[in-house]
Every structure is written in structure tokens, then in C-alpha cells.
């Protein structure tokens, strides 16, 4: 199959087996109690007195490329959690939207240790897209706590606790350095989503992704992005299968709008669909 590649494709293909670390068989994975819970707190004399040895609390695991394929574990080290389904997908909507010309930027809201929107970036360098901006959207300190008087669906959610979710700017962009791909087509939104989506300074978009998790953090983003979408554009929610609060934003934004354009499945939680109105 290799062989049929072209060496962008090449390229592609390999950057997407760094992003996920598949095949690099990652054999621990992150070992940190919720943020306020008993066992956090029992544990931190023992964390500190580790970490001024320099020493971290890691847990053995064995590696499953099937899970990590489809983005279902929560990697150590890869720049993102989303899986190589879910990256191929990403590939195809741009490849497509470059071929067509559907005119904007590209956004990734939910960006965690940045590798999508690294792969985002990276297609327009192999392509020779010098005049898109791919956006990076995200609080870089994790999820909001529930707000389940606006937001019902969100009620009792936990993820806001998660403190591996939180994932400083400094992190992220040094993750792109990595890739040697942070430059002026990349562009930082720091902030809450209800803060940041509507004073962005930017007029169309081509691509909107959502990895926001909540019902506020997925209806934020439809609701400041979408208008602003390219008809022929692509609209892909990373969480609508895993996450129930998520598919209910996304239903209920697309009935209050009558988005009647087919949702595809990607992986057994991605989807997308193109703008056709
Ligand atoms: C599941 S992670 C995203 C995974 C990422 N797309 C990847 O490629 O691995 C969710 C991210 O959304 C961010 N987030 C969720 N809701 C947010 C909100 N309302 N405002 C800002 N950031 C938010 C979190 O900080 C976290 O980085």
C-alpha cells in the first residue's frame, strides 16, 4: 500500500503514526487522581516528595493499536488523543476543501495537547497554503465546571476535574515547534469558549472541529462558528458518539436551524457532514 503513496502522502502518513504514537507501543500511561478526590489528596505528600527527586507515578499497560486506532485510550505522550480514524478524516476534509477551493480558516476548538490542529497545520505546508490560518481554541487549563442552569445536559459532568486535560499554552505550542510547524498561519485563542468564539478576527472558515465535550462548549462553537462556515465547508464533532451532551447540542443547534445535511460517521464516536445551505 506504502508503495502507492505519493511522498506528501508519505509524509502524512507517518506524522499521523507520530501524533497517535501508534506503533510506538506506549507502555505506561498517566497515573494522577481526579483534582479533589480522597485518593488525590492522601497521595500528594508521597507526589512531592517524588517529583523533587525528579520521579513521576506512571501505571504499566499493555498497548492496544486497535483501541489506539480509534482513539479510545488516553495516550502518555502523543500529541493527540483522537486516533488515526479520526486524523484520516481530518486529511480527506482538507484534502477535498484544498481541491475545491472552499475559501477559509480552519478551526479546531478543544485542542488538548495539539496534534489535530499540528495535522491541520501540516497539511497546508505540504500542499503550499500560504494563506489560511488554522485557529487553536481552548482554555489551556482544562474544561469549565458544568453550568447546568444554561446547560441541563452538562449536569454532574466530571471532566472539568481532569487534570490531565489541562494542558498548558506554553505545551502546546512547543508541541508544534516540535513539528516545526509554529508560524504566523497558526493562531492562539486563549480563553473559554463563550469568551473567545465571538470576538474571533476571523470572517469564513472551510473546516470547524469540535472536541469541546460538553453540550456548552459543542453549542459555543456551533453557534459563534457555524454562520461563518463556507457553504461546501466541513463540520466535524469529534465527541457526538461518546459523549451524549454533545449530540444533544448538535441536535438541537441543527433543529433550531433546519441543517437537514447528512451526518457520516467516521469512527464510533467522530461524525461529520458538509455545509450544503
Ligand atoms: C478531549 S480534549 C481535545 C482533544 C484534542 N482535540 C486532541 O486532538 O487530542 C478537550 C479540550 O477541550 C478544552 N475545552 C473544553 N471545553 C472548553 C471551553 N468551553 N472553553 C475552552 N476550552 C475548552 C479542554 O481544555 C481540552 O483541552
Keep these: 500500500m506504502s508503495n502507492s503513496l505519493s511522498l506528501e502522502e508519505l509524509y502524512l502518513d507517518l506524522l499521523k503514526k507520530c501524533l497517535t504514537r501508534y506503533g510506538f507501543s506506549e507502555r505506561y500511561e498517566e497515573y494522577e487522581p481526579r483534582r479533589g478526590s480522597l485518593k488525590r489528596a492522601l497521595e500528594a505528600p508521597v507526589r512531592l516528595l517524588l517529583r523533587l527527586r525528579r520521579l513521576e507515578l506512571v501505571r504499566a499497560k499493555s498497548f492496544n493499536p486497535h483501541e489506539r486506532a480509534e482513539g479510545r485510550d488516553w495516550p502518555l505522550e502523543a500529541e493527540t488523543m483522537i486516533g488515526l480514524r479520526r486524523l484520516d478524516n481530518l486529511q480527506f476534509c482538507i484534502t477535498d476543501l484544498l481541491q475545491r477551493k472552499v475559501p ?7 485542542v488538548w495537547r495539539g ?12 500542499y503550499g497554503d500560504t494563506t489560511r490560518t488554522v485557529w487553536v481554541a481552548d482554555s489551556f487549563q482544562g474544561l469549565p465546571p458544568p453550568d447546568p442552569d ?34 504566523g498561519q497558526v493562531r492562539f485563542l486563549v480563553g473559554w469558549f463563550r469568551d473567545t468564539l465571538p470576538r474571533i478576527a476571523a470572517d469564513r472558515f472551510a473546516l470547524l472541529r469540535l472536541d469541546g465535550d460538553l453540550y456548552e462548549s459543542t453549542i459555543d462553537a456551533l453557534r459563534h462558528l457555524y454562520p461563518k462556515l463556507s457553504i461546501g465547508g466541513y463540520v466535524i464533532i469529534d465527541d457526538y458518539g461518546a459523549v451524549s451532551a454533545c449530540k444533544a447540542a ?13 451526518i457520516e460517521p467516521i469512527d464510533w464516536t467522530g461524525v461529520f457532514w458538509q455545509r450544503s445551505l
Design 104 to 110: 477559509g480558516d480552519f478551526i479546531e476548538t478543544g
Design 115 to 126: 496534534g489535530a490542529s499540528i495535522f491541520m497545520r501540516a497539511m497546508l505546508r505540504v
Design 150 to 183: 444554561r446547560y441541563p445536559a452538562d449536569k454532574g459532568d466530571r471532566l472539568w476535574t481532569v487534570v490531565q486535560l489541562a494542558i498548558p499554552l506554553e505545551e502546546v505550542k512547543a508541541n508544534f515547534a516540535k513539528y516545526n510547524l509554529l508560524d
Design 250 to 262: 448538535v441536535e438541537d443547534f441543527r433543529s433550531e436551524h433546519n441543517i437537514t445535511d447528512k
